[in-house]
């Protein structure tokens, strides 16, 4: 499967319906900041790499990252951690939190999901 391919494509989509997305996020959809390149990846917090997001595409997307990046590398781990730390509780974080979220990241840690 081609994660990168679909990582790609949620991000352009993303990028494309930007100004629609703004414009509902300030009728009180909600939508999350996303870095397209991420920043502990070397990406730069600047309009231009990062898409407004809804919560089933960030944590899609954040998947999709431990994917791309081979197992044992430094850019994995830093992806698995990112992704991991959805998980976290607190009033920003409820939205990820599932019976499933926590397997997924176990596995993802652990590099057991199908490459």
Not at 25 to 44: A, C, T, V
Not at 52 to 58: K, V
Request: with cysteine; net charge positive.
């Amino acid at each position: 499967m081609d994660y990168r391919k679909i990582y790609v494509s949620i991000v352009l989509r993303a990028k494309a319906e930007y100004h629609d997305r703004r414009q509902q996020k300030r009728n009180g959809h909600y939508f999350e900041d996303h870095h397209i390149l991420p920043r502990s990846l070397g990406g730069l917090d600047v309009i231009a790499n990062r898409a407004l997001l809804t919560a089933r595409e960030h944590f899609i997307c954040h998947w999709l990252l431990t994917k791309i990046y081979p197992v044992g590398t430094q850019e994995h781990n830093k992806m698995v951690c990112a992704f991991w730390n959805m998980r976290a509780t607190g009033e920003f974080h409820e939205r990820y939190i599932f019976l499933g979220h926590t397997n997924i990241c176990v596995q993802a840690m652990l590099g057991l999901l199908e490459k």
